[in-house]
C-alpha cells in the first residue's frame, strides 16, 4: 500500500515499520495483505543501538543453531520476494534519525484532508513521516522503557499496555531471548490484526487473496 504523494519533505502514512529486516518485512507484509499502508526504514541509531556496546544483545540470534539460521534465511528470502511482488514501500537505505510522539495539541492534518491527526513523527534524512502507528523491530525492553522515558511517557509495570495506548507495537523482541523466526511471524500476525482493527474499526477487510506462501 503507498503512502500520501510528498509534500517538501513530508509524507503521510497509517504505519511507519522501523527495521528492514525479518521482523520489519513480515510485519509490513501482515499489514499489506490487510490493507494498511505502510513504510519500513532501517535505523537501529533511533534505539540506541549504534554504541557497540548495545549491539550484543540485538545480534543473539546470529549465534542460533544451523537449522535456525537456516530457516530464518529462508523466511526471510520469501520475505523479499513477496515485498518485490507486491511492491512494499521498504527503504533500505533510508534511517529514522528521531522519533517524536505528537500530543494532541501537535498533531498534524495536512492540506485539509479531513484524515484523523496523526500521533507519530519519524525523521529521516529525506523528510519527516508522520503516521497513526509505529512497529519497533530489535529492541530490548530497557531500551523501550528508556525511550518512552524520553518522550515523557510514564509506562509503569505493562510496559505493552502503555506502547499500544500510544500507538506503538513490538515485532521480533522477546523478554529475554531472540524470537525464534516462526515466532517472529506469529508477532507480526498478531500485530498487523491490532493495527488493521483501529484502521478498519467497521471489520477488517478481507485478506487479499495472493497471500504469502512461507516454507512449513
Known amino acids: 500500500m503507498s503512502s500520501m504523494p510528498v509534500y517538501g519533505g513530508i509524507e503521510r502514512t497509517s504505519t511507519v515499520v522501523i527495521g528492514t529486516g525479518l521482523s520489519g518485512l513480515a510485519v509490513a507484509s501482515e499489514l499489506q495483505r490487510r490493507g494498511v499502508g505502510a513504510i519500513v526504514v532501517d535505523g537501529l541509531d533511533l534505539l540506541g543501538a549504534g554504541n557497540p556496546a548495545n549491539t550484543s544483545s540485538l545480534q543473539r540470534c546470529d549465534a542460533a543453531d544451523a537449522a535456525t539460521r537456516q530457516e530464518r534465511n529462508e523466511i526471510l528470502r520469501h520475505l523479499r520476494n513477496y515485498a518485490a511482488s507486491h511492491h512494499l514501500d521498504v527503504r533500505n537505505n533510508v534511517r529514522a534519525l528521531q522519533l517524536d510522539h505528537l500530543d494532541a495539541d501537535g498533531r498534524l492534518d495536512f492540506h485539509g484532508t479531513g484524515h484523523p491527526a496523526q500521533q507519530w513523527a519519524v525523521s529521516t534524512p529525506n523528510g519527516v513521516l508522520y503516521a ?39 515485532v521480533g523482541v522477546g523478554e529475554l531471548i531472540t524470537p525464534t523466526p516462526k515466532e517472529v511471524l506469529r508477532q507480526a500476525k498478531l500485530v498487523g490484526q491490532a493495527i488493521s482493527a483501529k484502521v478498519h474499526p467497521e471489520g477488517m477487510p478481507s485478506l487479499l487473496s495472493a497471500g504469502l506462501a512461507l516454507p512449513a
Open 132 to 170: 497513526d502507528h509505529l512497529v519497533l523491530t530489535r529492541c530490548a525492553h530497557s531500551q523501550l522503557r528508556r525511550m518512552l522515558a524520553e518522550l515523557g511517557v510514564a509506562a509503569g509495570q505493562n510496559l505493552m499496555a502503555a506502547m499500544h495506548a500510544l500507538g506503538m507495537y513490538l
